[in-house]
């Protein structure tokens, strides 16, 4: 069993940053593979990010390609997502995401485990 807890969300201005964090428990969170997804109101939940055990491989969807970093750190228990440039689109509700696969996946399907989620609200 994998508990996640997001945090980093707020309300921004278009063209800031924020970094997002997802602290797990549990003794093999370096096991899991994790992603980032996001759900604006009236909308299904999108794939952002991917990364497999290790943090060697990251994988994104084209919109936040050059803007968004996902990175964790397995002593820590914890996945990050770094968001540069935001924009009003990417307003949503962030969620982490943890899969029992060592290698992520797009689909939300394949994930075994959800955070509670945190609001990003991007201001034009």
């Known amino acids: 069993q994998v508990q996640l807890v997001e945090s980093g969300g707020g309300l921004v201005q278009a063209g800031d940053s924020l970094r997002l964090s997802c602290a797990a428990s549990?003794?093999?969170?370096?096991?899991?593979?994790m992603g980032w997804f996001r759900q604006a109101p009236g909308k299904e939940r999108d794939f952002v990010a991917t990364?497999?055990?290790?943090?060697?491989?990251?994988y994104y969807t084209d919109s936040v390609k050059g803007r968004f970093t996902i990175s964790r750190d397995n002593a820590k228990n914890t996945v990050y997502l770094q968001m540069n440039s935001l924009k009003p689109e990417d307003t949503a509700v962030y969620y982490c995401?943890?899969?029992?696969?060592?290698?992520?996946?797009?689909?939300?399907?394949?994930?075994?485990?959800w955070g509670q989620g945190t609001q990003v609200t991007v201001s034009s």
């Open positions: 990364i497999n055990w290790s943090g060697s491989s990251t």
């Open positions: 995401a943890a899969t029992v696969l060592i290698t992520g996946k797009s689909d939300p399907r394949w994930y075994d485990y």
């Open positions: 549990g003794r093999t969170f370096s096991s899991y593979a």
